[in-house]
């Protein structure tokens, strides 16, 4: 079992709901494999994206209406709050959810297959 994947989410124990999600938020000690700051085709609005490998499993979110870098221990904080509107199956072994929390859509997913790099060049670094 890898350091930063709680016995609950690891690769034959899949992330079935957002508590467990923030569970392994809250224990990623590593930088992101992928960040980017974008601007929505459809809303034109900003947004932060953040893509981490954790063992054999990908876990990934982004954070509407924001322009800014948000750590995993906040987005974790945040979604605790707010009301989920979408929660489920992704693809075979995968979650993924929808938050939404004081004007910000959280999209977040987890699963084994790493998601497609679309960056916009707009590279966070540090």
């Not at 700051?37 to 990934?60: D, E």
Request: with cysteine; aromatic share 12%.
């Amino acid at each position: 079992m890898h350091s930063g994947c709680p016995e609950t989410t690891c690769l034959y124990s899949p992330v079935v709901n957002v508590e467990a999600y923030c569970e392994v938020l809250n224990a990623i000690d590593t930088e992101p494999y992928l960040e980017d700051l974008y601007v929505s085709h459809t809303t034109g609005r900003s947004g932060y994206k953040a893509v981490y490998q954790i063992g054999r499993q990908w876990c990934w979110y982004s954070v509407s209406n924001i322009t800014r870098r948000v750590p995993p221990t906040e987005v974790a904080y945040a979604i605790r709050k707010g009301t989920v509107t979408r929660e489920g199956q992704f693809k075979r072994d995968g979650f993924e959810a929808t938050v939404t929390v004081d004007g910000h859509w959280y999209m977040l997913g987890m699963g084994s297959s790493r998601p497609r790099k679309k960056v916009s060049g707009d590279i966070l670094t540090t």
